[in-house]
């Protein structure tokens, strides 16, 4: 074995032990303001928080009890990542993130599962049903999204009306790009309201172009909402949005 292969494995054992000797509360200390954990237990290799959550637009966003495990090799490559997993009632995400040089950041094999009703402490959007994240790979540069690859499936989606809760349906949005150039398809899987279209991400600008009809646009408790966002068609709505993240 040749001297620096046996220094590189000397280095990647001592940097494995020296983790397994830090606590895992240093994690707390380590990570932005807006991350929170509670009840820090383990290592700075291996460990878990009773209770965390992130701070998202000023809102506090829980994510449950948390657990993690750093895989040493990856500090060799002043890459480090993270296999990160938590819970909170049906809540689930699983997944790898990794922290670059620079300010960059990337996840991995990501799998999420939640109640899209936290979008209300966002904006004043009434909404309900569950959303499932399936994210292949993304990394975010300078807080900015550059490249993604994955789907997001609203099941059992419904509008919450003052006359009651409109079905909606089950819809699929398979998100992909490089170099900060990010395009979207909007794709009806079933339900009484179809939605069709694109929407564009670049830098921090965003587009929505959305085709919006179906026996659902006649529904009382929804078409006065719709008539905010597009512009009435002779089958529904053409829903034309941009802005600025």
Request: glycine residues 12%; negative net charge.
């Amino acid at each position: 074995m040749s001297t620096l292969r046996v220094v590189t494995v000397i280095g990647v054992l001592f940097l494995f032990l020296l983790l397994q000797q830090f606590p895992g509360r240093v994690v707390a200390v380590l990570l932005p303001s807006t991350v929170q954990l509670e009840g820090v237990t383990g290592t700075l290799w291996q460990g878990t928080a009773a209770r965390a959550a992130v701070i998202v637009e000023g809102k506090r966003f829980v994510l449950g009890r948390l657990s993690w495990h750093l895989e040493p090799l990856s500090l060799l490559s002043l890459r480090p990542s993270i296999n990160v997993s938590s819970v909170w009632g049906s809540q689930r995400f699983d997944g790898r993130v990794a922290a670059g040089l620079g300010g960059s950041a990337s996840l991995e094999d990501v799998s999420l599962q939640l109640d899209v009703r936290f979008l209300r402490n966002l904006m004043p959007l009434y909404v309900g049903g569950q959303i499932q994240i399936t994210l292949d790979q993304a990394r975010v540069d300078d807080g900015q999204l550059t490249a993604v690859d994955a789907r997001v499936v609203w099941q059992d989606a419904v509008w919450a009306a003052r006359q009651g809760d409109v079905a909606l349906g089950n819809y699929a949005l398979d998100v992909s790009g490089n170099d900060g150039a990010i395009k979207g398809s909007v794709i009806t899987l079933s339900g009484p309201l179809v939605v069709a279209g694109e929407l564009a991400f670049e830098g921090r600008d965003w587009q929505v172009d959305l085709d919006v009809s179906g026996p659902a646009v006649a529904n009382e408790g929804l078409r006065p909402s719709l008539m905010l966002f597009g512009v009435p068609t002779d089958n529904g709505f053409d829903v034309v949005l941009d802005g600025q993240l």
